[in-house]
């Protein structure tokens, strides 16, 4: 029995499965994801999703499950499981007699004297999904059955019946290929034993998500069934079957899954679960190493990336050719001194105000973890000076130093920094003029920048900006501080100081640079802890705040109303230990790992051996948002290795 447990007697009921999901990507973008009983509760649940390069590059759901039935004597058992309006049909959860997740994701079916074994593999850096049958136990021979659904569409999207899919199929070796519709890559469904494949062509009607429902989504779907394959096993045999966008070698395919399933990271501590997670959203297309911000849906963000980037692989692994490659990635695509924060190319949005500023911080990170300050500013001095002066003279969305040396930002109906949720059309959380964040952000950048300039006598830069940082600290506590509070102002515009309690202060007395003193990090950060602290992340907006809502639920609308509202975020707590730590040094390692281990128990549950994206600020605390996120990771990673630097004799 490894570390990540299941309870053996719950696998059966639905209310226990259906909250636990399973992710595996192939690193190159593509991914399998569905629940432990292999019922599809979302619409980025698949088998085979797979980026498309003719559409974008967007992903898209090409298998989306594959139903197993055993045939002995006659008899049918039908071991899968979907929902449809009111009923779950078939209902082949009832054979599952364990799951395990290491080190892929099996699932053990026993239906009277027959025991099958089912193992789901994803390989790497190709788009190929491998399961592999084993038949354990059977007093005689039996026939399985697979059947794959079709669903050949955008993850964001449903399939509906039409009349324009392609019913028809090529036989090819040990299998089939087929496309269902113009543009698409052709799909490869083979098994590594002679078999027949019966051509039954239709559609199933109806097919719910009911987490699609929760959200407010459409949630029913028509997928396509072309047949089903049919193989003969007895006790001891193994079929494999592939799903791939090439024809493969079956005779090779035994070989593959065992190769591949040796390659597998270990799962069995807290640990080794986060570090397999951070692997998982590192994406590697052509040239091109990305971050990925969250699965199932997010894409490349590119805010998420640099906050993320220095966990994911400095934390996690020492990777620094990795976050190198991510830095020199991202630092091609900067245009008129800003990052695109979502999108590619000509879908490219350039409106995020921090996210330049993060660039800095990642870069920072590097730097202090290889001490190759040389490399750093042969590499990345060109941008980070290019950043600060359009920053200084002015860029898109009102961004500009004011006289006073903060910066302001603002754009009507626009939201620009990570709190940027819409609803109803419009921003629920605009923070237009002097944000917090934005502000320490910019402090640190040119700090920062000076300290490069000044090691490798860059002389002009020196002269034009030396004076800057005392202009932004004589500047930076009068019109943050906020007396009455005892915090810091989240944001300042034309009417004054918003004086929310938020968490975006945090970043003042965690940056490496700051602005604040130590006393004015103790009263903030006190105020953080008795209003913003939760077991599973910070919360975005104080309980006291009448605008506070403490769950993260509804459609989408709703959901984003509240996501900076009161929704606790577990990346903010990466930067609420680091402040502690440059304030109590040592004192704060049993704490910090108090905070570690509370997630403990979610590597169990929603997306497994990973971290949500957010929790409700209520308790209880219940997950929300991608099951898997970049950031609440990768700062985990961050603090665990906080703790290890104080925890090292001195």
Known sequence: MGYLKFDKTKLVNLEYSLKREMLSTNRTGGYLSTTIVCCNTRKYHGLLVAPIEEFDGDNHVILSTLDETIIQQKESFNLAIHRY???????????????????????????????????????????QLLVRYTLLDAQSSIKLQLKPFLAFRQIHKLSKANMNVNTKYNVIANGISTKLYLGFPTLFMQLDKKNEFVPAPDWYYNIEYLEEQR????????????????????????????????????????????????????????????????????????????????YPWFGR????????????????????????????????????????NIGKST???????????????????????????????????????????????GVGYNIRMHDNGLIWAEEKGKALTWMDAIAYGKPVTPRAGYAVDINALWYNAVCYTLELARKFKDTVFVKGWKDIPALIERSFLPTFWCEE??????????????????????????????????????????????????????????????????????????????????????????????????LYGEAFVNLAEQIINNFGEDMTYYGIGSVSEVYDGDPPQEPGGCISQAWSVAELLRIVRMIEHYKKPK
Not at 216 to 223: I, M, T
Not at 245 to 268: D, H, I, M, Q, Y
Not at 318 to 339: A, I, P
Not at 553 to 580: C, F, I, K, M
């Open 85 to 127: 309006p009111g009923i779950y049909e078939p209902r082949g959860h009832k054979y599952i007699t364990n799951f395990e997740y290491e080190p892929t994701p099996t699932i053990i079916y026993q239906v009277g004297n027959i025991v099958l074994k089912k193992e789901l593999l994803m390989l790497h850096y190709d788009d």
């Open 215 to 294: 959200r407010g989504y459409d949630f029913r779907e028509d997928l396509f069934v072309s047949g089903y394959f049919e193989a003969s096993m007895k006790k001891g045999d193994s079929i494999i079957f592939s799903a791939s966008f090439k024809e493969t070698s079956t005779v090779g395919l035994k070989k593959r899954f065992n190769n591949e399933l040796e390659k597998r990271p270990s799962k069995n501590s807290f640990i080794d679960c986060l570090k397999n997670s951070a692997a998982q959203f590192i994406v590697k297309q052509g040239k091109a190493t990305e971050v990925v911000a969250g």
């Open 301 to 340: 963000w590119g805010r998420d990336t640099f906050i993320a980037l220095p966990g994911l692989t400095l934390s996690a692994f020492g990777d620094t050719k990795t976050c190198k490659d991510v830095l020199n990635t991202m630092s091609s695509e900067l245009k008129n001194g800003l990052f695109p």
């Open 347 to 393: 879908n490219a949005a350039y409106n995020s105000v921090d996210a330049p500023l993060w660039y800095f911080w990642a870069i920072q990170q590097f730097d202090y973890f290889t001490n190759d300050s040389a490399e750093v500013w042969k590499l990345y001095g060109k941008k980070m000076k290019a950043i600060l002066k359009s920053y200084r003279e």
């Open 485 to 582: 509070r005892q915090h810091l102002a989240d944001y300042v515009d034309e009417e004054g100081q918003n004086i929310f309690t938020r968490p975006n202060q945090i970043f003042a007395a965690s940056l490496p640079y700051t602005a604040i003193t130590d006393e004015v990090k103790y009263k903030i950060m006190s105020v953080v802890e008795r209003e913003l602290l939760t077991p599973k992340g910070i919360r975005t907006l104080s309980p006291k705040n009448p605008s506070y809502i403490g769950r993260y639920e509804g459609d989408q609308p709703t959901r984003d109303s509240v996501y900076h509202q009161g929704t606790a975020w577990p990346w903010l707590l990466g930067y609420y230990v680091e402040a502690n730590f440059k």
